[in-house]
């Protein structure tokens, strides 16, 4: 895809990268008025947000992120309004369900109440932890999914301190009565891959599981693909120029420009900006960790999976991990360094939603496990005998299948390094100073170069905020602008 608008040869303003931070930057650009220039190395936009027909013309698979609840919270998506730009959310009854072993299985609703009504003893411990977050959700979206440099009104602070604190200590667990509730934080909180109980597993628990209960965990209908699509078509309307097929080496390509963007990881911006940037900051990128990777695999199936606990067809997520104790105990294995005998499994199955996806007997299921770094296991074996763990018969419904190690995922999208799917761990330091200490984290020592990917605060997942404050960062220190009207 090459689209040129009017804009002039040199534009005010380029972004790399066209992840949905990079997308989000590029639209904030464009609407505030800009000529902007996106370049994109593959030969499609949307980096970690791209749907394809893997094995059949009937039936889309999301390649990197398929499950929403973070496009639906933040204020970037929100300021840009994807209904009216033709995108539908799907949300499942069920947000995420998780088998703990053969006969309990945690099921998170999203409805709160339907969620206390199943949790029977431990409903009203739930509903103490999630209700009042659910009440404050507003404010705590922007707390979690801001420039994390504010620090917490005295209210928020209050319900959220002490909440992480149990949760990111393990003491969620002796609070409740049965397995299925710190089985349900749990695999909420392995989200970031790291080792647990974390601070930071306990923060993503709380955010994503309170988001369960607010705006859902939704699935677009028709695939990710059409998030990509609505904010790359807005860009083009607003005079953007899109060049994909086109990897940047080189930020001397730009001297003239006065904004670049950079939609990369620390290694990306190390290999670019590097030769120019001070010794001090070079180390500090130098220095960035990577986390643990994720083994992808999608199956092509027949059917709805055969799970025994039949509520668990009402969720589009299911998190495989067994036991709390068991999905911390995999979580610090791979932290380790080692694999996991049994690896936590994120699955979506995204006809739990949205039944276009595909048919009734050919249906996309995507899945991947938690593995070490660059690791190069075809993890299709393990992630089926996960499932059919919960699921007996499931093996018998596969058409086909289709691995990408760890080790591979990178050169699928560059910022996925070792199969880091979060552009840099994800750990308190690197959160707070993320990708490195500096007191605005989207500005580096070079003039006119913003670093915009989720190796920036907030960090990971489709919010596109990481774009919106760089892009905020850009318009006002080089064109004395704000962001553009609702944003
Ligand atoms: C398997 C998987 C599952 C996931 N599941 C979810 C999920 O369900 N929900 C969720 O919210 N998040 C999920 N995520 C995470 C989410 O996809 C990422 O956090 C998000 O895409 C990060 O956006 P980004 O814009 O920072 O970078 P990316 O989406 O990684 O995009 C960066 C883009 O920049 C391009 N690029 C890099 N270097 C250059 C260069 N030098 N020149 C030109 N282009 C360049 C890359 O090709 C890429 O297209 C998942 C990720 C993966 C991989």
């Known amino acids: 895809m090459d689209s040129s608008g009017d804009s002039p040869d040199v534009p005010d303003a380029v972004v790399?990268?066209?992840?949905?931070?990079?997308?989000?930057?590029?639209?904030?650009?464009?609407?505030?008025?800009?000529?902007?220039?996106?370049?994109?190395?593959a030969a499609?936009?949307?980096?970690?947000?791209?749907?394809?027909?893997?094995?059949?013309?009937?039936?889309?698979?999301?390649?990197?992120?398929?499950?929403?609840?973070?496009?639906?919270?933040s204020p970037f998506f929100q300021g840009f309004d994807l209904a009216?730009?033709?995108?539908?959310?799907?949300?499942?009854?069920?947000?995420?369900?998780?088998?703990?072993?053969?006969?309990?299985?945690?099921?998170?609703?999203?409805?709160?109440?339907?969620?206390?009504?199943?949790?029977?003893?431990?409903?009203?411990?739930?509903?103490?932890?999630?209700?009042?977050?659910?009440?404050?959700?507003?404010?705590?979206?922007?707390?979690?999914?801001?420039?994390l440099r504010r620090p917490p009104r005295p209210s928020i602070a209050a319900l959220l301190v002490p909440r992480i604190l149990a949760l990111g200590t393990g003491v969620d667990e002796v609070l409740f009565r049965g397995p299925e509730a710190p089985a349900l934080l749990a695999g909420v909180a392995a989200h970031p891959m790291g080792p647990l109980p974390s601070l930071v597993g306990g923060g993503t628990a709380l955010l994503l599981g309170h988001l369960a209960h607010a705006g859902g965990w939704p699935v677009p209908r028709g695939g990710t693909q059409v998030l990509t699509d609505a904010l790359a078509a807005d860009f083009v309307a607003h005079g953007g120029r899109v060049h994909t097929s086109s990897r940047v080496t080189d930020l001397r390509e730009f001297t003239k420009t006065r904004a670049v963007l950079l939609d990369v990881s620390p290694r990306g911006l190390l290999e670019l900006a590097g030769p120019f940037a001070p010794p001090g900051y070079r180390r500090a990128l130098e220095n960035v960790r990577y986390g643990p990777g994720a083994a992808k695999v999608d199956f092509l199936v027949s059917e709805p999976i055969p799970w025994r606990e039949p509520e668990l067809a009402k969720a589009a997520t299911v998190h495989i991990g067994g036991t709390a104790a068991q999905v911390r105990a995999s979580e610090n294995t791979v932290a380790g360094g080692r694999r996991a005998e049994e690896p936590y499994v994120l699955l979506a199955q995204p006809m739990a939603a949205d039944p276009s996806r595909g048919l009734p007997h050919k249906q996309p299921i995507w899945a991947y496990a938690h593995v070490p770094n660059g690791d190069p296991l075809d993890a299709t074996d393990v992630v089926r005998r996960r499932i059919e763990r919960f699921a007996p018969g499931f093996s018998d419904t596969i058409l086909a299948s289709r691995a990408i190690p760890a080790a591979e995922l990178e050169s699928y999208n560059a910022n996925y390094v070792g199969g880091d799917i979060s552009g840099a761990a994800v750990t308190l330091r690197q959160l707070l100073a993320r990708p490195v200490v500096r007191w605005n984290p989207h500005t580096t020592p070079l003039r006119g170069v913003y670093l915009c990917s989720s190796a920036t605060p907030p960090g990971p997942g489709v919010h596109g905020m990481a774009g919106l404050h760089a892009a905020k960062t850009a318009l006002r220190r080089e064109f004395g602008l704000a962001l553009p009207a609702g944003w």
């Open 16 to 41: 790399v990268g066209s992840g949905p931070n990079g997308l989000a930057a590029a639209v904030l650009l464009a609407r505030a008025g800009l000529a902007v220039d996106l370049h994109e190395t």
């Open 44 to 73: 499609e936009l949307g980096g970690g947000a791209r749907s394809a027909r893997l094995f059949d013309a009937d039936v889309v698979h999301d390649v990197c992120s398929a499950v929403h609840p973070m496009a639906v919270a």
């Open 84 to 147: 009216a730009h033709g995108v539908e959310l799907c949300r499942p009854e069920v947000a995420y369900g998780h088998p703990v072993d053969e006969r309990r299985t945690g099921l998170a609703y999203a409805d709160l109440d339907r969620t206390c009504a199943r949790l029977g003893a431990d409903g009203e411990r739930w509903r103490r932890l999630m209700g009042p977050l659910v009440e404050h959700t507003a404010e705590i979206v922007d707390l979690l999914l801001g420039d």
